[in-house]
């Protein structure tokens, strides 16, 4: 025995990926954080107060959706909604970042829809218990392939994202409404987690959350970027 390539009892767990726009290289995902209420609107809607800290929350690298159009509504929810973010993927990290440096960090964007069990939410938010159930299950983080941070199309600032289901806007934002900008939100992660290349984070959904059905079609974009079509498809029972 002289490798020191550990033998595992099962076939280690795929590695979950991104594709990257123009090329046939792609982003290995190690972490997905999210932030909730980052945009004052849908904090209102939520009613949930606009003040304070970030509030950062996780999804598991099994929970991303990508390559694949098709949505499966989840089992255990009859208020399965959607959440159109910007998605920053990391190609660099550290710890401590200051605002100043965290743009470097971005290796691309992409446009992902933060899929959520509403009702499931509201349940677990009244019974003070944590939201894993209704936010990190599989499939609850749909994203696009990634535009690098050099390509031409992504330096239209401020970034614009909108949500069409079956034909009608539902949600629209830009990235200048955030009530913390990209830049604060790296910085603001950092000083609790070593943040590190493969990271994604979902930078928080403008208003006009609502219930997704199955059957429904439609597209989430980054305006002038990327675009992700998807269908909403029956899921396990
Ligand atoms: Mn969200």
Known sequence: MTSSEPRFCFPPPPQHSLAIAGTETRFPVRAIYCVGRNYREHAREMGAPVDGAPCFFMKPAHALLSDSSRIPYPPAT??????????????????????????RCIFGYGIGLDLTR????AQLKKQSQPWELSKSFTGSAACSALVPAGAESIHRVPHRIRLIVNGSLRQEGQSDQMIWPMATLLSELSRYEELAAGDLLFTGTPAGVGPLAVGDRGFAELVGSCRLDFEVVPGPA
């Open 118 to 121: 509403r009702d499931l939410q």
């Open 78 to 103: 009859s208020d399965f909604q959607h959440e159109v973010e910007l998605v920053i993927a990391l190609g660099s990290g550290g710890r401590r970042i200051p605002p100043e440096e965290a743009m």
